[in-house]
């Protein structure tokens, strides 16, 4: 392989909101390197409970990324993943950035920096600058999450 390894631990479809009638044949393919021993599963970073849902039943399907950090915590699709016994992997846990402290209403990112970008998906940054919505929540929370010292980060990630 390309990659230098003989087989691949995870392969993950990262098309967040593609319809699941879609999806399903693009995951033929990794389902065969499955079987060939050249890849070890199979999962879908997507924050839709139906799209996991629908997969949940390939023996090969067994991870979900998805949206969660202090400010998201998916409560529609958390239950989805227990219920069908899924790896919860969290997507963007310190919302791109912001819940580190080192972005604050004065920042302003690169042009080149992909929070530059006004994207639909992407609510943290609005044109290269912390969207003050979530500036505001995190100001409402940064107390609790410094107790007893923690870095802002660490906090979030606790």
Not at 3 to 12: A, E, K, M
Not at 69 to 77: E, I, Q, R
Not at 141 to 146: G, Y
Request: charged letters at 25%; proline letters at 5%; aromatic letters at 6%.
């Amino acid at each position: 392989m390309r990659l230098g390894h003989d087989r691949l631990d995870l392969v993950v479809l990262h098309l967040n909101d593609l319809p699941v009638d879609e999806a399903r044949p693009l995951f033929d393919a990794p389902e065969r390197e499955v079987s060939a021993g050249r890849v070890g599963a199979m999962g879908w970073s997507t924050d839709f409970p139906a799209s996991a849902r629908a997969l949940s039943s390939r023996d090969a399907f067994v991870a979900v990324q998805h949206a969660m950090n202090v400010f998201f915590s998916a409560p529609d699709l958390l239950p989805v993943l227990e219920e069908h016994a899924l790896v919860s992997f969290a997507r963007s846990p310190l919302a791109m950035g912001l819940l580190t402290g080192k972005y604050g209403a004065s920042s302003r990112l690169a042009t080149d920096d992909v929070r530059s970008n006004t994207l639909g998906w992407m609510s943290w940054f609005e044109r290269g600058r912390v969207a003050p919505r979530h500036l505001a929540r995190l100001e409402a929370v940064r107390e609790c999450l410094q107790e007893d010292g923690r870095t802002l980060a660490r906090g979030a990630l606790a």
